[in-house]
């Protein structure tokens, strides 16, 4: 073990291993399908006040609210068809946020680069930076100009009350441009240009006192390219990382003294560390390592700038701190322990971290916001991000472990109905969309739980491809979507066959994106395993994505597909499900949005001409605006409401 590392804490969840009888009430599915009311709740860097982003009339808006009388003092409310998108406090009484936009032809908002920025008061609301701003002509009077492009908060610089530090993506012909970042007066919205990356799509790194040191880009997706330059600014310079014998380096934070840089990394393809890189030296230190997966989180005080936990998620989430003996760490540690059975996170504090912002959750709880005031030592409740949700109605999830066939140790979760005993039950397995950027964690997940809720288990598996497991379980994925991958899912439910926990003729597959591919090849690898396969805005044709959707289109997103899937066109054709309809006998259920952009209606457009050819009983909803995704709400209930009726037509409940 690192003498960096002082103490490891998991969470407290002996309290949740026994298994209720209870009865559990049936809940409608708007009850599932209905976005969270609260999200993104803030601290002001003086306590006095407290900001959360509250849904109304199917738009996001930011409310503030006094913690002194804990009374609302302002509302940020877009007209027509726009919404609040991210936002930061930039100093004691002023708020920067997003404006986005609704468009029914969209999965989610689309944001064109406009920064608004307001008191807690309402008063002094204005654009900072956006193609909105007024042309420089025949004055002498400085005025905020217009940006070709879309810019995103880099840095709040809460040690100036003035100034924040803002990157934006200029829109250029190419789809890779250089990116820029500004210093931006939060009041005026006048602008000084700081530095441009060196490399197209540059993100940047600042440090404890807000100079713009790193800049890393990357041409596929999957590697990058780090250049760093001096406090003072000056030219950039390539990282020679050659010596460093680690991959997938992702850095996250200065350290105190400037001089080096905390980042997430692997050795040897296994699960990334959390290390520390000395710019000068390349001297590389690791500070904390967990044996099978990748940090999940690593959290950096977003007023101090220091990093002071690694958060985990391998079975159940935990924690290790870098120093135990820190204030901040020793709050988290205290409120895990206030808070046993739940997934604990210190979302926000104030300047002088005597008040903190708190966000609990766990399997049943959908998530509750609390204010931590350390001079009182008070814990109390803020937001809830789903009231109507009763915990006592929700069903555990608990980790699994086995292995695949070919000797992988996979994770996975299983979701068993509230008051049903694990034997012989239905089953509902749910692969992940991404493969590659995204998996699945321990937690509250509204489609598994209104599955469990009509007496369904649900299993989820991290497959090989699966992030957060390091390079080789990663890359043991690679040129595998419609064999290995598979493999591991359907190894998991084999495993709850064998075991009693699930009866073997009482199975279905459904899944998002990724997920939609694996419910059909899934079913067509072990066409006796399922009794029917539900694709949500899967791909199903491997050859079509060389040549519609998002992906192709961009240089970078041509070499992450050569990569993950390749370029032999009879393995495109054996590993696509629109060519293997043959070996399929799962009825199907297709559901895809008429304007996806990453899995475009071809895709759907394909399988359906195949399945029609063979004639194999399917049914088919296109959303026709829709994206990848379900943004609107109601378009969430019409799926769910599909999905049920066609669980309940193919499985015994």
């Known amino acids: ?40 709740v803030t601290i002001s860097p003086d306590g ?106 880099l840095d709040p610089l809460l040690h100036d009350d003035k100034k924040v530090l803002v990157v934006t993506y200029p829109w250029t012909a190419t789809n890779e441009p250089t990116t820029v970042v500004y210093e931006v007066d939060v009041y005026r919205g006048l602008r000084t240009l700081i530095t441009r990356s060196p490399a197209p799509m540059g993100e940047f790194l600042t440090d404890h006192d807000g100079n713009v040191r790193i800049a890393v880009s990357s041409d596929d997706y999957l590697n990058a390219t780090v250049h760093v330059r001096e406090p003072e600014g000056g030219f950039w310079k390539e990282l020679d990382l050659e010596g460093i014998n680690y991959t997938d380096i992702t850095l996250k934070a200065f350290d105190k003294s400037g001089e080096s840089v905390y980042a997430t990394a692997s050795k040897g393809g296994e699960a990334e560390s959390l290390i520390k890189i000395n710019l000068k030296t390349k001297e590389v230190t690791k500070i904390f390592q967990d044996k099978h997966v990748s940090p999940s989180h690593i959290w950096v005080d977003e007023i101090s700038k220091e990093l002071f936990a690694i958060e985990t998620e391998a079975d159940y989430p935990s924690y290790a701190f870098v120093d135990s003996n820190s204030p901040k760490s020793q709050r988290l540690k205290d409120l895990l322990g206030a808070l046993p059975g739940s997934q604990v996170q210190l979302v926000s504090s104030t300047e002088d971290d005597s008040k903190n912002i708190i966000f609990a959750s766990s399997d049943i709880n959908p998530g ?56 012989n039950l239905p089953l509902v397995v749910m692969p992940h969309g991404g493969p590659y950027q995204a998996r699945d964690y321990w937690g509250y997940d509204p489609e598994a739980q209104m599955l469990a809720n009509r007496g369904m288990a649900v299993l989820k598996v991290n497959f090989r491809g699966s ?9 043991a994925g690679y040129r595998q979507w419609g064999k290995n991958i598979q493999h591991d899912i359907i190894d998991g439910v084999k495993l709850l066959i064998n075991d009693g926990t699930v009866d073997k003729d009482n199975i279905c597959i459904m899944g998002a ?115 990848h995704g379900f943004y609107k709400e109601e378009h969430r209930t019409l799926y769910y409401k599909k999905v049920l009726a066609f669980l309940d037509d193919h499985l015994k409940l």
Request: hydrophobic share 35%.
């Open 1 to 40: 073990m690192s003498r960096y590392l002082t103490f490891v804490l998991g969470l407290a969840l002996f309290t949740l291993s026994f298994t209720s009888f209870a009865k559990p009430a049936k809940l409608s599915v708007e009850d599932f399908s209905k976005g969270n009311d609260f999200s993104r």
């Open 48 to 153: 006095n006040y407290v900001a959360a982003i509250k849904k109304h009339e199917g738009k996001n808006s930011l409310i503030i609210v006094d913690t002194t009388k804990f009374a609302v003092t302002h509302a940020v409310a877009f007209p027509g068809n726009a919404q609040v998108g991210e936002y930061h406090w930039v100093n004691n009484e002023r708020v920067i946020l997003e404006k986005e936009y609704l468009k029914g032809w969209q999965d989610t908002p689309i944001y064109y680069g406009e920064l608004f920025a307001v008191n807690v008061d309402g008063s002094r609301g204005a654009y900072v930076i956006g193609y909105h701003g007024e042309q420089q002509t025949g004055t002498r009077l400085k005025k905020q100009t217009p940006v070709q492009g879309t810019s995103y908060l």
């Open 368 to 423: 509750q916001y609390y204010l931590y005031d350390a001079n009182t030592n008070k814990l109390r409740a803020l937001f809830s991000t789903r009231g109507w949700i009763n915990q006592d109605d929700m069903a555990q999830t608990t980790p699994l472990r086995f292995k695949s066939r070919d000797g992988l140790t996979i994770l996975a979760y299983l979701t068993v109905p509230n008051g049903k005993a694990e034997k």
């Open 467 to 475: 992030p957060g497991f390091g390079q080789n379980f990663r890359e």
């Open 513 to 627: 994106s990724f997920g939609g591919y694996s419910a059909l090849q899934s079913a067509i690898i072990e066409p006796d395993m399922f009794k029917c396969a539900i694709g949500l805005m899967g791909v199903y044709d491997l050859p079509l994505m060389y040549e519609e959707g998002d992906t192709q289109a961009r240089s970078y997103g041509v070499n992450y597909l050569k990569t993950v899937i390749g370029t032999d066109e009879a393995e495109l054709k054996a590993f696509s499900p629109t060519y293997n309809v043959d070996k399929l006998k799962a009825p199907v259920l297709i559901v895809h949005g008429g304007e996806d952009e990453r899995a475009p209606i071809e895709q759907a457009e394909s399988l359906e001409a195949a399945l029609k050819k063979a004639k194999h009983p399917y049914e088919i909803t296109i959303l026709d605006d829709e994206g």
